[in-house]
């Protein structure tokens, strides 16, 4: 054991090393920095942080992360509900509110089909999605915006399964070149994809 | 403004993008990261932070971040009260004691004599050394452990001039070559010092 400075130091130093990407330097680091930062800042985070757990909470409804139940998302009246958007992770519905061009409303399944790491169909919001779905439904169309990748796809295909039966729309996201890469850095899966989809 | 997810989530991320070296990204994953963890882990770290504040204070004899006045290195009887060693950073201090090597006592300056960035020697902690090694003082020798830079270099130097006419031994860090690193990409400065100073 090494000497890692007072006993209050020492709490924060491993609270900060146990998120993910920061290691015990930069936990070391950040800690001394906060050590030097005024009251108001260090006080605003620690209450902020307990927010964090006391008033955040899944949406019944498309089980995003709200301070609400149902969330503003599915709440708010301008957005269509007759379009639901697929993801895997509530940051995945961050990047889609960011590009401000869907207007429709979400699911987030909360993982994707991985039978290596035992996450299964029923692991995930599967069953729900396809409630929402049920006789009497406004649903016209589901965009599937899985990870483009071998869970996302597995993912995709097998909610393709349970809701082409059903008669409603199902899409995926194109697939191409990213918007200001370089064709020469494009990996030949991008590439291929590219070509087969060219319009 | 783009949609940042529900308060509580913002503040977080807020929060954490205000630490150095995690930009908003960063940010953002760290707090849906501590959205998935347990209670328990993220109340820790609340508490921890909370604590810091409220529970560190320096001491008044080596201003070392301490949870006591005087801290525990000062009271520790063990140590050898008649070498002080000077470091800029309460982190220096941390890596020192990590070394294992040093059974004597510090002083923390808290900063480096930087002209630059309007860091006069009245601002660091200097004038209490040089009390500590008045009339009837136990000290023998102080060790400046001050960084191997034009500041650090600066400030041993001040301090040089001030204890130098008290009779007490005065001593450097040993410059050279780093443990472990290779000739080939040492920098020329380092290289040059590590010939003049063979042994």
Known sequence: MTWEGPKPISRVVEGLSRL?????????????????????????????????????KLCSTCFNISDQDPCHICTNPRRDQSTICVVEEPLDLVAIERTARFGGVYHVLHGAISPMDGIGPDELRIRPLISRLGPGTKVQEVILATNPNLEGDATAMYITKLVEPLGIKITRLARGLPIGGDLEYADEITLGNAFAGRS
């Not at 330097?25 to 800042?41: D, F, H, P, W």
């Open 20 to 56: 993910p990407g920061i290691g015990p330097k930069t936990a070391q680091r950040l800690t001394y920095y906060l050590l030097r930062a005024s009251r108001e800042q260090v006080g605003e985070l620690a209450d902020a942080l307990r927010d964090l757990k006391d008033n955040v």
